[in-house]
């Protein structure tokens, strides 16, 4: 079994640590992801309910779950808004969002789900110009 690798969220109050192999790693472009992370697609890793740790902060968790949704939860950060690791509700899996890490994973996505879904405005980065900072 590869490292564990710590996460944290944004104010740091929250903090965790899991344990590869992953069980996935995926993006997900649905719409209940893109509103709860605010982007084109939420980057979630899978991860059975004894690799992940909970290091510090769990009173600092709150969660939303979303009336009628089999699956669908948010959990975040009662400081700081951060999305957390949360328990996939029909499942002993554990979804993390993989913005939360702390340092680098070998494990890359997988995949794509929900990709008929996607904003009618989202791009594939290749297509648009990069910068190191802010133009």
């Not at 640590?17 to 719409?31: D, G, K, L, N």
């Not at 769990?58 to 951060?82: H, M, N, Y």
Request: with cysteine; hydrophobic share 35%; net charge positive.
């Amino acid at each position: 079994m590869s490292q564990s690798v710590k996460g944290s969220c944004l104010c740091g109050s929250v903090k965790f640590e899991v344990a590869p192999p992953f069980s996935a790693f995926r993006y997900c472009y649905c719409s209940r992801c893109r509103k709860a992370s605010g982007a084109a697609h939420a980057a979630n890793i899978v991860v059975p309910q004894g690799q992940l740790t909970w290091q510090a902060g769990e009173e600092s968790i709150t969660r939303f779950d979303l009336p009628g949704a089999q699956r669908f939860a948010v959990w975040f950060c009662k400081q700081c808004g951060t999305r957390v690791p949360h328990k996939i509700k029909t499942q002993e899996n554990y979804l993390v969002p993989a913005g939360l890490l702390d340092s680098d994973v070998a494990a890359r996505p997988e995949h794509s789900i929900f990709w008929g879904s996607k904003a009618n405005w989202y791009m594939e980065p290749g297509q648009l110009q990069k910068f190191t900072e802010y133009p």
